[in-house]
Nanobody, 123 residues
């Protein structure tokens, strides 16, 4: 399974970006999906997550500005980012907790990470 993140770029403060994370590979189902970010010199932090049922959680720093969503038919997760601030500058990573069944009906649970996409917000 591979995750391909896209949509990052350079934007002015107050602007918007929409990140996408497309999963591909063998047939599988996504449970929880999430976005993390890592700014230079800082630890990776959770930004937003969405459950299989659509419940969402956000870091306090992005509440009201970011929206996570998913398209199960496309195995794609999105992060709509509005009112961007310079402190949102970071590499954004998507991750999924997913599972698939083997030929012998064994359920295999795994976590996959995308390669990261750079978001830069200028002041």
């Amino acid at each position: 399974v591979q995750l391909q993140a896209s949509g990052g770029g350079l934007v002015q403060a107050g602007g918007s970006l929409r990140l996408s994370c497309a999963a591909s590979g063998r047939t599988f189902s996504i449970n929880t999906a999430a976005w993390y970010r890592q700014a230079p010199g800082k630890q990776r932090e959770s930004v937003a997550e969405i459950s299989s049922g659509g419940s969402t959680n956000y870091a306090d720093s992005v509440k009201g500005r970011f929206t996570i969503s998913r398209d199960n038919a496309k195995n794609t997760v999105y992060l709509q980012m509005n009112s961007l601030k310079p402190e949102d500058t970071a590499i954004y990573y998507c991750t999924v907790d997913a599972y698939y069944y083997t030929d012998t009906d064994e359920r295999v649970v795994f976590r996959a990470w995308g390669q990261g996409t750079q978001v830069t917000v200028s002041s």
